[in-house]
């Protein structure tokens, strides 16, 4: 990579582009105002929808793990299928909430 300056007309593009971005009030606001947020969104978590796909798969992990884990007693295995359950039971009922909303 050269760290020669543009040519003439990718400089003009350039600039272009970046007046056009100034005039730009609403990503101006939005680029003033912008604060990352360091927690999670709770609000954010209610509005998941899965997909019916996303609900399958899922599932087959959660069993695999439930399966794996009663044969072979392995911790690693039982802590995986105790982390992956959770999520997929509320995928489900997030799932069942969308199909029986009107």
Known sequence: MSVSRLPEHEQRVLDEVERALRRDRRLDRR???FRPSRRPDPARLLTYRPRALTVLLLL?????????GIVTAEPGVIWAFAGAWPVTLFAVFRLMCRWTEG
Do not use: C, E, K, Q
């Open 31 to 33: 680029l003033r105002t």
């Open 60 to 68: 087959a992990v959660s069993v695999t793990l439930m399966v794996t």
